[in-house]
Structure formats: C-alpha cells, structure tokens
C-alpha cells in the first residue's frame, strides 16, 4: 500500500482512472483541476486497488479526492507537496481531511465547511424571477471580473488580479451565463466547469447585493444547470457553504440533494 506521485495528468488517468470513473462526483475536484495540476497523486491498496487521489493545484492547496481515512492518514509522513514544505491549507472530504489533519499531529482548525450536492429532478423556481437568463459574451468580461472578485472575497480567498482569461475561456465554451432583470441589466451569474467522466460542476454563483432576494440567483442557476444536463452531463454538481442556510435551501429546491461534506482546514503552526 502505497502514495505514489506524477505531474502528468495521463499518467494520473492511467493509474487511477478506474477509481476516479467510479466516483466521479465525490472526485469532481480532482477532475476539475488535474489538468492544470502541479501534482496528482493516487493510493493503491495491496491488490493494486486505486482507494485515494489528491491533486495539488498551482495555489499549493491540496484537495483530496474520494480517499479512504487510512490512505488519508498515509499522506502525513509521505508529504502533500514533494518539496519539503507542508501546507497550510488542505480540502477534500471531511472524514479524510480530519485524519490527515490528526495524524501530522500539527495544530489545525477548521475553515470552511461545504456540502457537495448533486442534481435530481430539476425544479423551476416557483414563481419565477422577473428577466431572462442568457450566455455571457466579450462584452461581459469587465462586469463578470469585478463580480468574480467579490465572490473570491466572499469564498474567503484573496482576489486575483486578473480574471480576464479565466472568463474569456469560460464564455468561449459557453460556460458562463448571466440572469438579465426585466430592464436588461445584468444582475448574477453562473459558471459550470467542463464535463469530465460525466460529471459537471456549477460554480461562481454570485448576486451582488443591492440585487438580491429577488430570486435571480435561482434563475441563473436553473439556467446553468439545464444547460449542462442538456450538454450531456450525467451528474450536475454544486458545492454550498453550510454556513449559509439561504443557498443550501434554494439548491434543494432546484432539485439538488445532498451527497458528502467537505471541510477545508488552515495549519495554524
């Protein structure tokens, strides 16, 4: 039993594929940034069962993948990041996060606490919100970025500079959508990632907040969802913040439930 470690995404697919088709949803991180990773590693048991993955992003926060406790625990001698240093944040599935945490025997505490949601039988906002939902174009870019920041901040992550290339790509696959108010304003946003072994992630959810409660968000997310299950995604997926009581509520009356916890943890020394 064993970590072992590349920076290839083929390498990566070719070793874990297997696990990572099998729980494509509990691994919709790991499908979402391997390709972009600076290092993917997977843990096979003795009969050469792939059971854990993790991928390290250019950020250096590690998340974990579907991984079992014992393969999670595995990881605090083995090292996260192959050059000595440790991180200070970690994500992945609460269970898995908790015994890597435990077992580096490093001070931690608890950051964010999401619930990762996949789609059933999607369900139209009742009444609906005034306006339209349509595909964000070129010309959306400078609003979208300032809207992108603030969700950055709100996530509680530090702003990047630039998002013009990350939109720009979005737009140009059709992947970013807007919700337009009865006068034509934009008013919130929605993004869903690549389809990746069947699975698509909905994120970047964001109203600003002279424009909330009136049941924009809902609209652009209802938009984005159908658009990704209509593009052939077998499994829509979203991640809430538990600590918002507001969005987990609207997701399951669109049609989401509920399929694992997530924690993300900051070593404090």
Request: net charge negative; charged share 20%.
């Amino acid at each position: 039993m064993t970590w072992s470690f590349t920076d290839s995404p083929a390498v990566f697919r070719a070793a874990a594929g297997g696990h990572l088709a099998a729980e494509a949803a509990r691994n919709t991180a790991v499908l979402t940034l391997m390709d972009t990773a600076a290092r993917l590693g997977w843990w096979a048991e003795g009969d050469g069962r792939v059971t854990g993955v993790l991928v390290v992003p250019p950020s250096g926060a590690p998340s974990l993948g579907a991984t079992t406790d014992e393969a999670a625990r595995a990881l605090a001698p083995a090292g996260l990041l192959g050059d000595g240093r440790r991180p200070t944040v970690v994500r992945g599935e609460t269970a898995a996060v908790e015994a890597y945490a435990e077992a580096t025997g490093r001070p931690w505490a608890p950051t964010t606490r999401m619930r990762l949601f996949r789609l059933g039988d999607l369900t139209p906002q009742d009444p609906a919100p005034g306006g339209r939902a349509r595909l964000a174009t070129e010309a959306d870019v400078p609003l979208a970025a300032v809207w992108t920041a603030e969700f950055a901040v709100a996530m509680g992550y530090e702003p990047a500079e630039d998002y013009t290339g990350f939109l720009t790509e979005r737009i140009s696959e059709e992947r970013l959508w807007l919700w337009e108010a009865p006068d034509g304003r934009p008013v919130s946003m929605a993004a869903v990632s690549r389809t990746i072994e069947g699975q698509a992630r909905v994120h970047l959810v964001h109203t600003p907040p002279a424009e909330r409660r009136r049941g924009y968000a809902a609209g652009v997310t209802e938009a984005v969802s159908r658009a990704a299950r209509d593009a052939g995604a077998a499994q829509v997926l979203l991640f809430t913040d538990l600590s918002n009581p507001t969005s987990n509520a609207l997701y399951q009356r669109l049609g989401y439930r509920p399929v694992t916890d997530h924690l993300s943890v900051t070593f404090t020394g």
